[in-house]
């Protein structure tokens, strides 16, 4: 890679160019300007208009300093179309000599008026105009710049640079014609230096869409490729016998969604292949994953595997193990449950039916990938809330297939990212999506409520538990302190059973042993007790249908992500829902109320999702370690969705009929983002 060492008096400027991440000839040609000033013509003063930027030429008709509330220089010049005052705040003394009495100057910058009306411009740029001083016959890029590197010695570099005609086209000529691309060289100096002809005709955005192209095409390569080393892992065939199935389909109180036959149809397919699947299943809260695992995981056992299903909390574990269990009774299949609170008796059986193959579903937590659990033949792995565990905890399951035989992996979220995102993001799993719920669901009405109404609230609960509703009260997680975050929810338990007496409430928080969990959850579950004080610990799965209302306590305080899951524990069954948000105004931040008016008026989680990644922007939606991908510099994943699907398909094509284009645009997108090795 030649580097910028070819251009003239380099050395100085190179610990500047650094603090912009220059330091080849292709970061200085991807160093594209903020904005253009058009110097290319001159405007006659009357033409001018408020607001414009443009350029001003004429004699100086008159210059003062005045005191007025501030010291200012004004200068007075005259075109024949008008006169405009130009006005300088920081100037030097020897300045107002320079504005000699008819002399002619240029001014550039933006035209506005004064107290009178009358035309101004503030700290205009400002050049002495000689008998050759031709205009530019490009707009002046006004580059990003850094201090002690002029603009003007960018210009210069850049100038150099295109000089030397060492700009590669990235792009064979076949890419180019299909999609009618502009070429990579005429882009890049469109965009560098712009003419008005150019600007007039759009041309730069032509060039821009180019960038935007190679872009997304060197981020697809990177990501397939990683994909593809992924998918060369040797998986069991489970092709479903259905037998198992269609026995489960009958015993089931209602039929399918067409989104989960959809989604089961993709994942079946991939079961049936050599090749281990790695596929991402997202759907909102209450579409219904859970039977679309259990159906894939009879797939694997009608062939003789065995299968894992794993939640991230003992309660949503237990409540999977449950249900599951109950689902396919009579159906002579042993589904086993392992979880760290079990007895060590209880741990040892479960452990040696999972080795000797006596297990054929093993629903649990954490515990299943310890690493004293082996299985006989270990054909799936479904992982729920996929976005609860490390990586490394992934991968821990998946290996514990046999050496040759990697166990196929389902990964489920009910945090669905925008299609763009998982397009880029997931290049590396599959995605199905349940785009539908159920029929027959009744809306969660959601109302945000200053926490001083707090009595109104109870009020309104006591009345609904009063007719047999159950109720969630949410208390606030508190991220400095467990010890707080507890005795806010013993307070609030307090609170309510007093106040709500005699509906019995019950206390659920993340310090109780999982038995007790379990117990209180049984409880409620039962109706025994009709109001749920918890911390976030049910934020996930939890799944009771006669429960209608939720209450959020500090909801500002919480996520978008994390709201949409606690609303989705309600509007379950027949009853018509509230999701109450109490929010404390103090601590009401810009964000906070951006969140909570999307929460409230959205119960989409796609959309909820989208606009998550628009208040917080892709890095932190995913968490820049989880998506391992530096922001990119010129694409939008909202906005550039079509370009990133082609995108998608040219990186195919080059992967595999241009393998050296595809290596030198991955070489120069990305040649220093090492963080990319990690994904
Ligand atoms: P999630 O996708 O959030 O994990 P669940 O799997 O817990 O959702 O399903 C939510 C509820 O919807 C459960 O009570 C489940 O039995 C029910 N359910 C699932 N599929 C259907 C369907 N096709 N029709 C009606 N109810 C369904
Ligand atoms: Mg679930």
């Not at 109001?531 to 799965?541: D, Q, S």
Request: aromatic fraction near 6%.
């Amino acid at each position: 890679m030649q580097l910028l060492d070819t251009i003239n008096n380099i050395d100085k400027i190179k610990s500047k160019l650094s603090k912009l991440a220059i330091y080849n000839y292709w970061d200085l040609a991807l160093h594209i300007p903020l904005r253009y000033e058009d110097l290319t013509k001159v405007y006659p003063i009357q033409e001018a208009q408020i607001g414009q930027q443009v350029m001003v030429e004429g004699k100086i008709i008159g210059h003062e300093i005045t005191h007025k509330r501030q010291k200012q220089l004004l200068v007075r010049i005259d075109d024949g179309s008008a006169i405009i005052t130009l006005m300088f705040f920081h100037f030097y003394p020897n300045y107002a000599s320079q504005y000699t009495i008819g002399k002619t100057i240029r001014a550039h910058g933006e035209i506005k008026a004064d107290f009178f009306g009358n035309k101004t411009i503030i700290h205009p740029k400002v050049q002495t105009v000689k008998e050759d001083s031709k205009l530019s016959n490009t707009f002046t890029p006004i580059y990003p710049t850094t201090n002690g590197l002029a603009n003007s010695a960018i210009i210069k570099l850049v100038e150099d640079l295109f000089n030397l005609n060492i700009i590669p086209e990235l792009l064979p000529e076949a890419i180019i014609q299909q999609y009618k691309l502009m070429r990579l060289e005429p882009a890049l100096l469109t965009l560098h230096k712009l003419t008005p002809q150019q600007f007039n005709s759009h041309i730069h955005e032509k060039a821009l869409q180019r960038l935007k192209f190679d872009e997304l095409i060197a981020q697809q390569l990177l990501m397939q490729n990683i994909y593809a080393k992924k998918h060369n892992n040797n998986a069991p065939v489970l092709k479903s016998t259905h037998n198992l199935i269609v026995k489960l389909l009958a015993k089931l109180p209602f039929a399918l969604t067409n989104a989960q036959k959809k989604v089961l149809h993709e994942i079946l397919h991939d079961m049936a292949q050599p090749q281990q699947m790695n596929r991402l299943l997202q759907g909102d809260v209450g579409s219904g994953k859970t039977i679309v695992a259990t159906i894939s995981a009879l797939a694997t056992l009608e062939n003789g595997y065995q299968a894992v299903i794993m939640a991230p909390t003992e309660i949503l574990a237990e409540q999977h193990y449950l249900k599951i269990t109950q689902l396919l009774d009579e159906m002579g299949i042993n589904v086993v449950w392992l979880s760290g609170s079990q007895t060590a008796k209880q741990k040892r059986e479960a452990i040696a039916a999972c080795g000797d193959g006596s297990a054929d579903l093993i629903i649990g937590t954490h515990a299943v990938f310890q690493k004293n659990v082996e299985f006989k033949q270990l054909g799936l792995v479904v992982i729920d809330e996929q976005h609860r565990f490390g990586v490394e905890q992934r991968l821990a399951l998946v290996n514990k297939g046999s050496a040759d035989l990697h166990p196929h992996q389902l990964m489920m979220s009910a945090t669905p990212i925008p299609r763009s995102l998982a397009m880029s993001y997931y290049a590396d799993l599959d995605v199905s999506s349940i785009d539908e719920l159920p029929a027959g669901r009744t809306p969660i009405q959601t109302m945000l409520i200053n926490n001083s109404r707090r009595h109104e609230v109870i009020k309104f609960v006591r009345e609904h538990a009063s007719l047999g509703h159950q109720a969630y009260w949410v208390c606030p997680l508190i991220e400095e302190s467990e010890k707080l975050e507890l005795e806010n929810a013993l307070n609030t338990f307090d609170e309510l059973s007093s106040q709500l007496a005699p509906i019995k409430v019950g206390l659920v928080h993340g310090k109780m042993k999982s038995k007790e969990k379990a117990d209180i959850m049984a409880d409620f579950v039962a109706n025994w007790t009709q109001v749920l004080v918890a911390t976030t610990v049910i934020e996930v799965g939890v799944d009771v249908p006669n429960a209608s209302i939720i209450v959020i306590e500090h909801s500002e305080r919480m996520g978008l992500a994390q709201l949409h899951q606690l609303r989705g524990r309600v509007g379950r069954g027949n009853n018509a829902s509230q999701c109450i948000l109490l929010y404390d105004n103090q601590q009401l931040s810009e964000t906070a109320k951006q969140r909570l008016k999307v929460i409230s008026t959205s119960t989409d989680g796609f959309e909820i999702a989208r606009q998550d990644l628009l208040i917080r922007g892709p890095g932190e939606l995913l968490g820049q370690r989880q998506s391992g991908i530096p922001a990119l510099r010129f694409a939008n994943l909202e906005a550039d969705l079509e370009i990133l699907q082609q995108a998608k398909i040219i990186a195919q094509s080059l992967a595999k009929n241009y393998p050296m284009h595809a290596k030198q645009l991955v070489e120069l997108w990305f040649y220093q983002k090492q963080i990319y090795a990690g994904i």
